[in-house]
C-alpha cells in the first residue's frame, strides 16, 4: 500500500503537466490530478499491474477532466433560477445517499490552519458568481435572508436553493481539498 | 411520510437560513436520529458557517 502509494506520488508530476494543458485553469488541474489520484488509491486493485502505471492513470485523468469541462460550461450559462440538480447524483431515486458523506476528522484543527483557509477561499471562488455572493453575504456578513432576497430582488425560495448549493458545493470541495487528502 | 435523505440535506440547509416549522423540525429530528450520514452532512454544514464566518478574522 505504501508502496503504491509512493509509485503514485511519482507520477503527479507527469499527470499534473498532462491536465494543465487541457484545462487552463490551474486549480482545476490541480484538482483533475488529486481526484485521479484518490481515485486511483481507491481501485488499486483495478489496476493490478495490468498495464503501465502511467497508462492506467492517465486513462482515469483523463475523465476527471472531461467531467471538469463539462462543469464548467455547465455553471457558465446557468440561470440558477431552477433546483439544486447538479447535487442529484449523490442519492439514489428514492432520495438516499449512494454513499455517505464521510466523517472529517478533527475539523477544528482546520480553523487553525493558514492553508485551510486559502483552500476554502479557492473552493468559494469556484461557486458560480451569484451562488458565491448569495452565500457570502449571508454566512460572512451575516444578512438575514430576507435582507438578501430584498437587495438582490429575489425570491427567498430562489434564495434558499442557491444558498442549499453553495453548502454542497462548498461541502464536497473541501472534502477532496482537505478533508480527503490524507 | 418518512422523509429522504435529499429532502433531509435541504431542510437542514434551510434550517440555517429561516426558523423551520414544527412539523419540519418534528420530521428532521426523527430522521437525523436514525441516519448516520445525514447528521454528519449536518455537522459538516455547520462546521462550515464556522469556518466561512472565521474567514479573514483569523489565520489568512
Known sequence: MEDFRSRLEEERAYLLRYARLQLREPQAA????????????????????RSNLR??????????????????????????????????????????WRE???????????????????????????????TA???LMREHMGFET????????????HCWVLL????????ECLEVNWFGRK | MMLSCKEVTRLVSQGLDRRLGFAERVRLRVHLAICDGCTTFARQTRFIREAVRTLGSRAS
Open chain 1, 30 to 49: 490541480e484538482d483533475a490530478v488529486q481526484e485521479t489520484l484518490l481515485a486511483a488509491l481507491a481501485g488499486e486493485a483495478g489496476f493490478g499491474g
Open chain 1, 55 to 96: 497508462t492506467w492513470l492517465t486513462g482515469i485523468l483523463k475523465h476527471k477532466i472531461v467531467d471538469a469541462i463539462r462543469r464548467s460550461s455547465r455553471e457558465a450559462p446557468l440561470p440558477s433560477e431552477d433546483g439544486a440538480e447538479e447535487f442529484d447524483a449523490l442519492f439514489d431515486e428514492r432520495g438516499h
Open chain 1, 100 to 130: 455517505f458523506p464521510p466523517a472529517w476528522s478533527d475539523p477544528d484543527a482546520a480553523l487553525t490552519e493558514k492553508q485551510f483557509f486559502a483552500k476554502l477561499e479557492e473552493c468559494l471562488r469556484r461557486l458560480p458568481e451569484k
Open chain 1, 133 to 135: 455572493r448569495v452565500f
Open chain 1, 146 to 157: 430576507g435582507e438578501i432576497c430584498k437587495e438582490l430582488a429575489i425570491t427567498s425560495t
Open chain 1, 164 to 171: 442549499y448549493r453553495a453548502r454542497m458545493a462548498l461541502r
